[in-house]
């Protein structure tokens, strides 16, 4: 082991208490793991550099967990999640899908992977400019061959519901106010139905009442659907209404929590395989 | 895809107005150039084939490998079968048996090297109807021993309509022959050469001073030039044995070496054209695929291959490229329209005397050629950029755009 290995905080076992041990309670039986990253570390090059982003981070992460990743700027937190999203690839380690080790894949099997089982939200939002909020809210079930195009429609018309924009379906994204945006790519993450949605700093590009609308709206929608929620934020209102929470710190972890009524409750002990019980936090 | 390609392509208009722009003008251009070209050329043909030529022309077997130097060797002492299997060719407009000598013409002040042709007055000026006559008149059935004589000739010994000349040839057995003819009519043909060198007689006239009774070949007319290859197939299997068929194409080494000419020189214009379009094309499309590397970062994020994207930059392209070629093909056309009306005054080819006028034609084939070379440019200039797009990593498409 290294030193840079000794230091990390990935290898530090926190015991994870449920939020019932949190709180005094008894613990559930653990839930079913969801994504395991194993002993993950990526670098980027940068001209003959070699720049870490990650250093050896192992986690679990249940479904149906509503979980912040935290950290200042330059800590990994984005990296993390694109690994996690398979829209990167990690200098070495492993990453699971469900059962799927989605380091072996190939990249069209890793598209369409994230086809069926991951949404994204991005900070840009991100929509396409020539589609109109119904149309990028179809686009990604455009490639489910097993639906009828009315299926289809009343699965868009559902989602852009849930998320309240039914009236602004023909709207284009720049005859949307930011947080309408933020609304379409919510529903378009949720509309093939995924088992987690990664959201790069959601709330970034919001105004503050908008920003808590829209995390408002997330934390419903998990609370209803169990779809598993994962942020990569530095605003704090994000990680207040997270139940679990994952710190980072030059590409380390430093820190796991637990949320036990209004506090954290942190692991901080060593270990080679940092777990989070997927408790649900009905604060 | 072609819905989201379509939308993407209508974004920036006024970029796509300019690359439908420099796609449909490179498009225009060759259907002007190409049309222009298929004119002159086609303008060449019909006058080569229509001032001496013919479509066809029967020969006895070995008299055009033997360059004509031993005209008595191969004459057809009796062309009647060949006249009937030429009149069973469907096709045949005309026919016209013919024999050509070396010899001399004298008009008392001077004496000149000539070539003699032996013609049926009649026939002949149907086949010959791109002769023109610069004074007198051509010849007709009556004028047993009248004369045309070619323009250059006529300049050379100072001939006038009505002037008397002497003709002398060798005859087979090699005894010189002379016979007195009065000139009726000065003739310009396609070919300089041809017209300061020739002589046209009856037939009648030609065969006493050879004292012989046959032809050295029989031309055809044809009513239409794309008849020929078939005409041809149909004579051969109607012909006795010992005889060969020469197309117009065989014969006409002027009309070949300038269309051969013009066809290069088309073909350096046409990769120039490409080339322009191919660039002005490739640039716009490097400029909007860049800006637009995050969109694609956010298809292949949300499950489409590499491929998809690689599909969605051609097709855009692709689609600019239909459309362009489209009003290129029409914008061409309209002008080739408008200034075959009015006609492009050409100078006399080389070894003519003859300017013309040109138009520009619509040829469905060049306007196809245009059209899909429009499209192909266009698909062409997309290709590496779309690559290099779709090569991006996923994660730093979507960096792109923040």
């Not at chain 1, 469900?98 to 598209?111: E, I, N, R, T």
Request: with cysteine; glycine share 8%.
């Amino acid at each position: 082991m290294t030193s840079s290995d000794q230091h990390s905080a990935a290898n530090i076992v926190h015991s994870l208490p449920g939020r019932e041990a949190a709180i005094g309670g008894r613990p559930r039986s653990p839930k079913k793991v969801l994504v395991r990253v194993e002993n993950v570390s990526k670098q980027y090059r940068l001209d003959a550099q070699l720049v870490p982003a990650l250093n050896s981070v192992n986690l679990n992460i249940e479904q149906g967990v509503f979980m912040a990743i935290a950290g200042p700027s330059g800590s990994g937190k984005s990296t993390l999640l694109n690994l996690i999203g398979c829209i990167d690839t990690p200098t070495s380690g492993r990453i699971f899908i469900g059962d799927h080790d989605v380091s072996s894949k190939s990249p069209d099997q890793l598209a369409s992977l994230r086809a069926r089982t991951i949404g994204f939200i991005f900070q840009t939002f991100n929509l396409l400019p020539v589609l109109s909020a119904e149309e990028n809210v179809e686009y990604p079930l455009l490639q489910f061959k097993e639906l009828s195009i009315a299926e289809r429609r009343k699965r868009v018309q559902r989602y852009l519901e849930v998320v309240g924009l039914s009236t602004f379906a023909r709207h284009r994204p720049n005859q949307l106010s930011g947080g309408q945006r933020q609304r379409v790519a919510i529903a378009r993450a949720l509309v093939v139905h995924p088992k987690i949605i990664l959201a790069d700093e959601p709330t970034a590009n919001l105004d503050h009442k908008t920003g808590g609308r829209i995390l408002r709206l997330m934390r419903r929608i998990n609370r209803q659907t169990r779809t598993t929620f994962v942020f990569s934020t530095h605003d704090q209102r994000v990680i207040d209404m997270a139940i679990r929470r994952v710190d980072l710190e030059d590409g380390e972890i430093i820190r796991l929590g637990v949320r036990a009524g209004k506090e954290w409750v942190y692991a901080m002990e060593r270990m080679n395989d940092s777990s989070l019980d997927g408790e649900e936090d009905d604060s | 895809m072609l819905k989201l390609a379509l939308r993407n392509i209508l974004r920036q208009r006024t970029r796509t107005a300019l690359t439908l722009a420099a796609i449909a003008l490179g498009v225009a251009s060759l259907v002007l150039g190409g049309g222009f070209v298929d004119d002159i050329l086609l303008q060449l043909r019909e006058a080569t084939i229509r001032s001496q030529l013919g479509h066809l022309q029967v020969y006895k077997r070995g008299q055009f490998a033997s360059g004509g130097h031993h005209p008595y060797d191969f004459l057809i002492e009796s062309p009647d079968a060949i006249e009937r299997a030429v009149d069973a060719v469907p096709g045949v407009v005309a026919r016209a048996a013919r024999v050509s000598f070396s010899g001399l013409i004298s008009n008392g002040r001077g004496e000149l090297p000539i070539l003699v042709e032996g013609i049926q007055p009649e026939p002949e000026a149907r086949i010959g109807s791109a002769i023109s006559i610069l004074a007198g008149r051509k010849l007709t059935a009556g004028d047993d021993f009248g004369i045309m004589v070619g323009e250059g000739l006529a300049h050379a010994l100072k001939l006038k309509v009505g002037d008397n000349v002497n003709l002398v040839l060798a005859t087979r057995e090699g005894a010189m022959n002379t016979l007195d003819f009065k000139l009726v009519g000065v003739f310009r043909s396609l070919s300089r050469e041809y017209d300061t060198r020739a002589v046209r007689i009856p037939l009648g006239a030609a065969q006493e001073l050879t004292a012989t009774s046959g032809v050295n070949a029989v031309v055809v007319l044809l009513a239409d030039t794309d008849l020929t290859a078939r005409a041809r197939a149909d004579l051969e299997a109607r012909l006795p044995a010992g005889y060969e068929v020469k197309t117009w194409q065989e014969l006409a080494d002027f009309y070949n070496s300038t269309a051969a000419l013009y066809e290069r020189q088309f073909g350096v214009l046409l990769i120039i054209i490409l080339v322009m379009v191919l660039l002005s094309v490739a640039n716009s499309v490097n400029m909007t695929l860049h800006e637009r590397t995050p969109e694609f970062g956010i298809m292949r994020a949300l499950g489409r291959t590499s491929r998809d994207a690689f599909r969605l930059a051609v097709l855009e392209t692709a689609l600019l490229g239909a459309i362009g070629a489209t009003i290129g093909v029409v914008v061409g056309a309209a002008f080739a329209a408008v200034i075959s009306a009015i006609g492009i005054p050409m100078p006399p080819p080389p070894n003519s005397e003859s300017g013309f006028t040109a138009a520009i034609r619509i040829v469905p084939s060049i306007l196809a050629a245009a059209f899909a070379l429009g499209i192909l440019a266009s698909i062409g200039a997309s290709l590496l950029p779309a690559r290099h797009l779709a090569r991006i990593p996923v994660v730093e498409a979507l960096r792109r755009g923040v």
